[in-house]
């Protein structure tokens, strides 16, 4: 595959991007899943009052020998890291103080009582754990059962090409399945590590499998309410060396990655803030179901020579991409909000808000003998994303289908509407069908098609501001009257002007249900003309 800061939209309310949205209702379809995501990886009752034992570290307290309690507590990382912890144990840091180095627990909790690493204490500031270049300020290694939680983590050290630097890993190595794992409410910062994308680093939270002798996977992992930022190269990223399939071809080093497909299940991603990333925002790879919405991604290829996106699948089935706000995507080798890159399938984007991306919106990436297949890209909002709204890599991409996105580009238009990185490429190898979009230019410029672009459909799309030279049967012209909150206007030719799409997600970008049986608006917002 591959900062300006706003913040998010209300489509219920007349705005500009920069006006405070406030999270939407998901998805009729996604509810089931995200739902079941959710009741599977949340802490029950049973696990809100865990009856092992409480262990206190206080870095800030005199070096006098402790044991561990509050009245005589540990004061350094390498106390916690000889200890071995058991069902329902808490290690806990007090509020104010800094501990240096690596925390590498060993033990694990259980289904009903898991191992809580938090704070404790009254003062203002958080628990820190500060890395200063160690490869993990935090490494949960082969265990599971774990509940990581409300601390600050920083590695932070001048970088270099060689580095790696992780503030949270999690790892396993030939342990086979590991279940239950809740990353919640840390802040994670200031991680320095070098510019290459690999299995141990550099990461915010680094989610790797490893081994060969014993397929390993995640089953119930759940990250959710952390704030990244300031980090050299990942925000969140995932990779499995059990990751073979003929679906990925030779993308990956078949050598390095030489494990047949094993993919981790019960991955929730959501809610989660990232700020000034030097590469990727949230990748993730070798993931099946996987539930990745409400994050905000703020600020991603900032500081890397590599190509980057700010949220992209490899290798994945089934991921569900909803309801997240992209921005700032600072360059164009990629550089754009989303992509499905090689081996993924089915996956869905939807609901989701992205701009001022210098790369584009959308990148679909297979190549080197992987394919990408059945990729749905709805009612999404993109607003001022360029050099390309959509870039295809010159694999197989099959399946894919681009309908009810509403496209705004206020001072430039992108130089590409589709970008084909394939000189010559195959109608049998590329199928990407674009229907009851709206694509509007109000600045300069124009779309173009970056080489023969063979196997692109488009029909019932609205160009206004910018030419067309394809076919569109059932298109528009005329101004679809787009109003600043991407509602139409009360006479839009774009309401009803749009061709029934079945299993379209049962509703629009603003929430409101389709009616089944009638022609739907073009673009994103499926309601009735606004005064």
């Known amino acids: 595959m591959r900062s300006r800061s706003r913040t998010t939209l209300d489509p219920r ?29 949340l802490p029950s009752p049973a696990q809100a009052a865990p009856t092992g034992h409480s262990h206190y570290v206080d870095c800030g307290a005199p070096t006098t020998p402790g044991d561990g309690t509050r009245a005589r507590p540990w004061t350094t990382l390498a106390e916690a890291n000889a200890h071995t912890f058991g069902p329902g144990d808490q290690l806990l840091f007090r509020r104010g103080a800094t501990c240096e180095g690596s925390l590498e627990p060993r033990g694990a909790g259980s289904a009903a009582r898991p191992f809580v690493i938090s704070d404790y204490g009254n003062a203002k500031s958080r628990a820190k754990l500060a890395g200063n270049g ?3 300020v935090v490494l949960l290694s082969n265990t599971e059962h774990i509940k990581l939680t409300r601390l600050e983590i920083t590695n932070a050290t001048i970088p270099n090409t060689n580095t790696e630097r992780n503030g949270v890993r999690l790892r396993l190595t030939d342990y086979g399945t590991a279940r239950g794992f809740e990353l919640a409410d840390l802040h994670i910062h200031d991680v320095r590590g070098g510019d290459a994308k690999k299995l141990t680093g550099s990461s915010g939270i680094h989610i790797a499998v490893e081994g060969t002798a014993k397929a390993s996977k995640y089953d119930g992992l759940n990250i959710h309410h952390n704030r990244i930022e300031d980090v050299d190269r990942e925000g969140i990223y995932f990779k499995s060396t059990f990751s073979k ?19 981790s299940t019960r991955v929730h991603i959501h809610r989660n803030t990232l700020k000034s990333l030097a590469g990727d925002g949230i990748k993730v790879d070798t993931t099946a179901g996987a539930v990745v919405e409400h994050n905000r991604i703020d600020g991603f290829q900032l500081r890397s020579k590599e190509a980057n ?42 609901y989701n808000y992205s701009h001022d991306n210098l790369g584009g919106f959308l990148l679909i990436c297979p190549y080197s003998g992987a394919k990408t297949v059945d990729t749905t890209v709805r009612y999404n909002v993109s607003v001022n994303d360029g050099e390309r709204l959509v870039q295809n890599c010159w694999g197989p991409i099959l ?85 600043p909150d991407f509602r139409l206007a009360k006479g839009s030719p774009a309401l009803a002007a749009g061709v029934e799409i079945p299993d379209n997600g049962g509703k629009d970008y603003f929430g409101n249900r389709l009616k089944p049986g009638t022609p739907p608006n073009l673009g994103a917002y499926a309601g009735p003309g606004i005064r």
Do not use: C
Request: hydrophobic content about 35%.
């Open 13 to 41: 309310t007349p705005l500009d991007p920069r006006t405070p949205r406030s999270p939407r209702p998901p998805l009729a379809l996604a509810v089931a899943a995200s739902a079941a995501a959710l009741a599977a990886l």
């Open 134 to 136: 160690v490869h993990d």
């Open 245 to 263: 399939r003929d679906l990925v071809g030779q993308q990956q080093d078949p050598a390095a990655y030489p494990g047949e497909w094993t993919p």
């Open 309 to 350: 996106a700010g949220l992209w699948t490899f290798n994945t089935d089934d991921t569900l991409v909803q309801y997240n706000e992209v921005s700032g995507g600072g360059g164009t080798r990629d550089g754009m909000s989303f992509d499905a890159d090689g081996a993924s399938q089915r996956t869905v984007f939807q």
């Open 399 to 483: 399946g894919t289908r681009i309908y009810n996105n509403t496209f705004v580009n206020r001072a430039k238009v992108p130089t590409y509407l589709v970008q084909d990185d394939a000189t010559k490429p195959d109608t049998t190898q590329h199928e990407l069908t674009f229907r009851n979009n709206v694509f509007v230019g109000i600045g300069t410029g124009g779309y173009a098609f970056k080489n023969p672009t063979a196997g692109l459909t488009f029909d019932h799309n609205a160009f206004h501001g910018v030419p067309m030279t394809r076919p569109n049967p059932g298109g528009l012209t005329t101004d679809p009257r787009v109003r």
